[in-house]
């Protein structure tokens, strides 16, 4: 069973900084794009940055170009996103999503985190 499990969410003053985690776990076989969406109270949900397998294609939203950034370490099945210069507009749930094989002969699926929370306010 393949999971992905995300950390590093809290409250923090604007200016202020975050770094998310999120680590796959489980038996698989290749993690292809890794992503980070988000979604705040009564809006869609929205890609935040995504990262290609080996990390040389970036995306980034408009909305967060310059302020945040997104790394992996396949070492460790992780993604990482700092996030700096934060705004109360910033304030959503940050989820974690992963394209992942779970075998040679099987197609990579979709796979997403549990969700953390992230707050900017004074």
């Known amino acids: 069973q393949v999971q992905l499990v995300e950390s590093g969410g809290g409250l923090v003053q604007p200016g202020g900084s975050l770094r998310l985690s999120c680590a796959a776990s489980?038996?698989?076989?290749?993690?292809?794009?890794m992503d980070w969406y988000r979604q705040a109270p009564g809006k869609q949900r929205e890609l935040v940055a995504r990262?290609?397998?080996?990390?040389?294609?970036?995306n980034y939203a408009d909305s967060v170009k310059g302020r945040f950034t997104i790394s992996r370490d396949n070492a460790k099945n992780t993604v990482y996103l700092q996030m700096d210069s934060l705004k109360p507009e910033d304030t959503a749930v940050y989820y974690c999503?992963?394209?992942?094989?779970?075998?040679?002969?099987?197609?990579?699926?979709?796979?997403w985190g549990q969700g953390t929370q992230v707050t900017v306010s004074s």
């Open positions: 489980g038996s698989f076989f290749s993690i292809n794009t």
């Open positions: 990262i290609s397998s080996g990390g040389g294609k970036i």
């Open positions: 999503h992963a394209h992942i094989a779970s075998s040679l002969v099987v197609p990579y699926n979709h796979y």
